[in-house]
């Protein structure tokens, strides 16, 4: 599934020999050709990656061409877009919002809108499976125990300028107006939620090339369901656990 170009380009890098110009006519027209040799050794060069030289270069995905635009935001929704018209970027290159009347959200400015329209469609799919999402605390809950969720975007290191790699820019900390020179937001997002461990499904659910986060919604909030069940079980194993301690101690 290459061209011949990549192909001989290929070869070339490994010292195999390839055909020179006129031999497959040549061949074809019955005359006699000489095939040289493979070599018989041959050192497999290292891939070299070439780091980006801009936050542009960064963002490995480009964001859909549709509309993220919600018709009509729920109160949380327009106090995360506000609050993320605010807040300052982090060491990493994107603005961050914890706690508060917000959604925790970590996002570049591109993306705010896409991130905002994510979260909107998850809330509208809590509820037909049983969630609620407890707003002050960026949480779902089933009713009986509470799941913290956060949307995040990730980050990645590029190439700074040359006047950040001679040291005259700081390296900004996290009350800063503006990212740190070398990390930019990629575009990829994710949500992620509280860890629970042998919940037997994943905590965090990450877009790639082949899949967008649009199409994982539902198995995000399958996957919340999941983590909720077993968030409970655990705390009815330690409270069994605590009561037959509690009993075999001989209480009065």
Same mark, same amino acid.
């Given at each position: ?170 390296? &900004?900390?996290?009350?800063?107006? #503006?990212?740190?020179?070398?990390? !930019? +937001?990629?575009? =990829? %997002? *994710?949500? @992620?939620?509280? /860890? ?13 090339? &082949?899949?967008?986060?649009?199409? #994982?919604?539902?198995?995000?909030? !399958? +996957?919340?369901? =999941? %983590? *909720?069940? @077993?968030?409970? /079980? ?19």
């Amino acid at each position: 599934a290459i061209s011949d170009v990549g192909l001989k380009r290929r070869c070339s890098r490994l010292g195999v020999p390839t055909p020179p110009r006129g031999y497959w006519a040549k061949l074809e027209a019955g005359k006699t050709v000489t095939k040289p040799p493979l070599p018989e050794t041959w050192t497999v060069p290292k891939k070299v990656t070439r780091i980006p030289r801009s936050a542009e270069e960064v963002r490995k995905l480009g964001v859909p061409e549709r509309d993220y635009t919600v018709s009509k935001p729920l109160p949380i929704i327009r106090a995360t877009r506000q609050a993320l018209k605010r807040a300052s970027f982090g060491t990493y290159g994107v603005l961050e919002v914890w706690g508060g009347d917000s959604l925790r959200t970590k996002a570049s400015p591109a993306s705010i809108e896409r991130a905002l329209w994510l979260w909107s469609e998850l809330i509208s799919r809590l509820r037909p499976a049983g969630l609620h999402l407890v707003s002050d605390r960026s949480a779902v809950s089933d009713g009986i125990e509470t799941l913290f969720v956060e949307l995040k975007e990730m980050s990645s290191r590029y190439l700074p300028t040359e006047e950040a790699k001679s040291g005259q820019v700081r390296r &900004l900390s996290y009350d800063s107006d #503006r990212p740190s020179p070398g990390w !930019a +937001g990629t575009g =990829v %997002l *994710l949500f @992620r939620a509280e /860890e629970i461990y042998d919940a037997g499904c994943p905590r965090q659910w990450r877009e790639n090339s &082949l899949c967008r986060l649009e199409e #994982r919604l539902d198995e995000v909030v !399958a +996957g919340l369901v =999941v %983590l *909720l069940r @077993r968030k409970h /079980e655990r705390a009815v194993e330690l409270l069994e656990r605590h009561s037959y301690t509690w009993l075999t101690m001989g209480a009065p």
